[in-house]
């Protein structure tokens, strides 16, 4: 199957501190990227639609200046968590569909601690 | 906004006994998925149904969609300690591109 590659596995930074996590579709183009955000023993939190060549879309209560979407490529999907605070401490993880409404295949995902 | 609940949240079963779990949307769906995270991993597809009144099996596992294609089912027969994690469905209404995340049932399976 499709495979997408998450980077990095985790981090620890420094509050005030900006992180950034790479998402790649390793053996197809994704046009399309989404980004979760699951806290312990809880779902995945849609956070935004990261669109290839045009602004991300933002979930409702999601800040678009705190968290930066940049899908410069086919293959590849930043999210950069700015002025992190240790209430962003959390799971992200971004998913890719090879085709729309399909299955999605999911990055292994970036756990994130803020000191 | 569209909700997607699951029940129950938590399911602790002795190994060789069956499982249910439950996934209700307050909206129709075009279609829904089901995924499997394990503990520390990512969520893995495992299947998607489109068809009111759809069921699918894989091996021990058996899907389906309801007929008002509002609530699907996940029941596995005689589960193993491999089934452990958590099961997500995932409905996607017609007209958009994002599926909506249930809220997920966690097995534990006791050997």
């Known amino acids: 199957g499709a495979v997408v590659s998450q980077h990095p596995s985790w981090v620890i930074c420094k509050s005030g501190t900006s992180v950034k996590i790479e998402c790649r579709s390793l053996d197809f183009q994704a046009t399309t990227m989404f980004w979760y955000r699951q806290f312990p023993k809880q779902s995945l939190m849609l956070m935004a639609t990261?669109?290839?060549?045009?602004?991300?879309?933002?979930e409702q209560g999601v800040e678009k200046d705190k968290f930066l979407i940049n899908h410069a490529s086919l293959t590849l999907s930043t999210l950069t968590v700015t002025s992190a605070h240790p209430e962003d401490s959390s799971f992200y993880i971004c998913?890719?569909?090879?085709?729309?409404?399909?299955?999605?295949?999911f990055g292994s995902g970036t756990q994130l601690s803020v000191l | 906004g569209q909700q997607v609940m699951q029940i129950p949240q938590y399911q602790h079963v002795q190994e060789g006994e069956d499982f249910t779990t439950y996934c209700n949307s307050s909206?129709?769906?075009?279609?829904i998925q089901w995924y499997k995270q394990r503990p520390g991993g990512h969520p893995v597809f495992l299947i998607q149904l489109v068809k009111s009144g759809e069921v699918k099996k894989q091996k021990r596992l058996t899907f389906q969609f309801g007929e008002a294609k509002k609530n699907s089912s996940l029941h596995i027969t005689a589960t193993q300690t491999t089934d452990v994690g958590t099961y997500f469905c995932?409905?996607?209404?017609?007209?958009?591109?994002?599926?909506?995340f249930g809220t997920g049932t966690k097995l534990q399976v006791i050997p």
């Open positions: 990261s669109n290839e060549g045009s602004k991300a879309t933002y």
């Open positions: 995932a409905g996607l209404r017609g007209g958009y591109q994002k599926v909506t």
């Open positions: 998913s890719a569909e090879p085709r729309a409404n399909e299955k999605l295949f």
């Open positions: 909206t129709t769906l075009s279609n």
